[in-house]
């Protein structure tokens, strides 16, 4: 909850404070008066002569009533810090995927291959979003559209399955490129939409980047799904034959972790580690659809939260059938 965020639905309610404690004080005083008048009869008198002796007490029955009713008040008012969006906005929502297509991702740290894994992910994701409509974006070391925003998946699936390092134009891993892209295919309003990196990691290079793309008014969520584990594997191509770096040694597939926590801070983009169950699928899509509640979408409505406060009410209700605590 942000304070931000918070106020009352219905903020008129809150004028009933005023009666409230108008009761309060006026019994209190009443009650004072009486203690005050007694205070003129012998002690040993005064206590057998007294019905209820809890007007001794600091706490009197008045005291609870109140707090009874001001919590009642402030449920009657709708206190609310949180929105949640309607149904048929939620199922609109477009998201756009940026899969990397690099040879990084020819991994065989997860069974078959990384970008393999991240298929089947995107497969699954989109089974459980349907009739949303999603884009997929391609990138290495440079970004291309695969599919525009569509919401048929019977569509998309054959473009996702024959996405290979070996037809992306430039190598590398230039995940910066996606993010004017992603921009351009959500249109008019980009900031209900999500962008979803699918990945084996990110560059430190483009922390910059990324924090300076979240800072903007115009942007989408960001999301990451990383695919691979910390230590990497081997990359193998099509022929069997290892992927040779630079220096002509096996290519390192490592991930690293603190430049996944740097890149996630700057730009506000959750990190999310691949599964083997669908775990990582079900906080993607929690992620999206905080998005959404977060997004100026038109029929939104905030939630009332005022139930929280009948709680403490019904308990201080209780309180009146004990013995001495009734008025």
Known sequence: MTLEAFHFLRPLWLLALGVVFLIWW???????????????IARHLRDALTVQRSTRLRVKPIDGMALGLIATVIAAAGPTWSRQSSPWFSETAPLVIAIEVSDSMRSNDLAPSRLDRARFKVLDLLSKRTGSRTAVIAYAGSAHIVMPLASDIAAIKPFLESLDPGIMPS???NAS??????????GEHPTIGTLLF???????AEIAAFAEFSRRDDVPALVALIVGTDEGGVAFRPDGSPVLGDTGERLDTTIEPAVLRHIGGAADMPIIRATAGDRDLRTLLYEIESNLRQSDDPDVRWRDEGVRALWPAAFLLLLWFR???TM
């Open 323 to 325: 013995r001495g605590w």
């Open 26 to 40: 006026l019994v209190r005083r009443g009650e004072s008066k009486t203690v005050a008048r007694s205070a003129f």
């Open 171 to 173: 190598p590398g891993a």
């Open 198 to 204: 699918v990945n084996d990691g990110f560059d430190s």
């Open 177 to 186: 490129r996606v993010l004017d892209l992603a921009v351009e295919l959500l």
